[in-house]
Structure formats: C-alpha cells, structure tokens
C-alpha cells in the first residue's frame, strides 16, 4: 500500500499513523507517477484537485482554467490528500468511509 500526500499535512500524518505498513510517497519531493496520477484521475476526476489549498490560491487565472492533469503534473501540492493505492484499489482522502473500508481490509 502506498500514500501520496505531504509530510507536513496533518492528514496525511493521521493516514500514515492508522495504516501501520503503509509506504509514503512526498509529492513535493517525489512527484506522482504519471501513470498513478492519471488512474487516479480517471477514477476521481476533478475531486483530485484541491481548490481550497494555497498553491491553488496562489496561481493565475490563466493557470486555473488550464486542463486538471497537465496542471497536477505542474502542480502535485494540488492534489486533494491523501491518495493511497493498494493493487488496483484507490482511495482519495482520510474521511470515515476511507478509514471504515481500510480497517477492515
């Protein structure tokens, strides 16, 4: 199991201290597999990108009405966090359904 997110998003840090054996991935520092981010976007779609984060706030109008994934791949602190992929299943966020369906796998 792996977890896209920050190390220094609380999130993120809650997911990390929940799934005991999860591998962590930095986006700031690591980025995203193209080929994770656009699975992850075909299942999620505009939900992967965070509106209300500071990147997002601080970027142009003309940045904010280019394309979701090219602007993700620019961009991976825009991704809503976490994401954690497990084989073929993904999960976007750490909310009670995401925490109910992980602690029982």
């Known amino acids: 199991m792996i977890l896209y997110g920050l190390k220094t998003c609380d999130t993120c840090r809650k997911a990390r201290k929940a799934l ?3 591998d962590f991935v930095d986006v700031r520092e ?3 597999p193209v080929n994770v ?9 505009e939900k992967l990108l965070n509106k209300r984060s500071t ?3 601080n970027l142009s109008d003309s940045q904010r009405s280019e394309e979701v994934l090219p602007l993700l791949q620019a961009h991976p602190t825009l991704m809503k966090r976490p994401l954690i992929v497990s084989g073929d299943s993904m999960w976007l966020g750490w909310d009670k359904s995401v925490q109910a369906e992980l602690s029982d796998a």
């Open 20 to 22: 005991a054996d999860v």
């Open 55 to 57: 990147t997002w706030k």
């Open 30 to 32: 690591d980025g995203i």
């Open 37 to 45: 981010l656009g699975d992850a976007f075909s299942r999620f779609g």
